[in-house]
């Protein structure tokens, strides 16, 4: 067995042998981690203690600062930005604050808020294909948190495109969308 091959990292697996509907995602979902994009269904690897940790201590805050206001947060939950297409992400982290999109197993539009921490296997797809249909579908703001680097990538939604402001473990960031809200990045990148 070739030892550097089997630590190589893997991107997640798309399914490129035939599309899915929808409710086909919903049935393969019960039993696996994926996503869908355009039909593609997408299995994802397991996200790592670093990972979890890192959602923890922001969904942590972020739940008790919401608690008795009208937004809700909510950990891996789907997110269909567009209501015409097959596309389903399940983002870290999302806040949304009309709760007429919240449906049973996916929000339905765009939530205000999105976080994605950066996996080896999810990193192309975050920062390309769910950055520029989050920005299309009109999410507010749009985190992408870097374990690797230490830094937040904050993409606020300004005239339709984002406008990025990078923090790092020195930083308090601001949510935009969340009034007198903050995360203190050394707490979130403390291991």
């Known amino acids: 067995m ?3 091959k089997d630590l190589e990292v893997k991107e997640a697996l798309p399914d490129y042998d035939r599309l899915y509907t929808v409710e086909e995602y919903y ?8 996503e869908l994009y355009e039909g593609i269904l997408i ?7 670093r990972h979890q940790g890192i959602v923890r201590e922001i969904m942590g805050p972020l739940w008790l600062f919401l608690k008795g206001k009208p937004c809700d947060v909510f950990a891996s939950f789907g997110v269909k930005p ?9 983002p870290d982290i999302i ?7 919240i449906g049973k197993n996916s929000c339905f539009g765009a939530p205000d808020f999105i976080v994605e921490i950066l996996s080896p296997s999810t990193k192309r797809m ?3 294909l769910k950055y520029n249909k989050f920005q299309k579908a009109g999410v507010i703001e749009y985190w ?13 939604l300004v005239n339709d495109k ?4 990078i923090y790092d473990e020195t930083n308090k960031a601001p949510v935009s969308v969340l009034d007198g809200f903050e995360i203190d990045l050394a707490e979130v990148f403390a291991e």
């Open 162 to 165: 984002y406008i990025l402001t």
């Open 27 to 34: 049935k393969v979902r019960e039993n696996v981690r994926a």
């Open 95 to 101: 806040v949304v604050c009309d709760k007429s999109k």
């Open 126 to 128: 975050d920062k390309t």
């Open 82 to 90: 567009f209501n015409d297409e097959a596309t389903i992400f399940e």
């Open 144 to 156: 992408i948190i870097d374990p690797e680097q230490n830094i937040l990538e904050a993409n606020r």
């Open 2 to 4: 070739d030892k550097e």
């Open 43 to 49: 299995v994802l690897e397991s996200p790592s203690a």
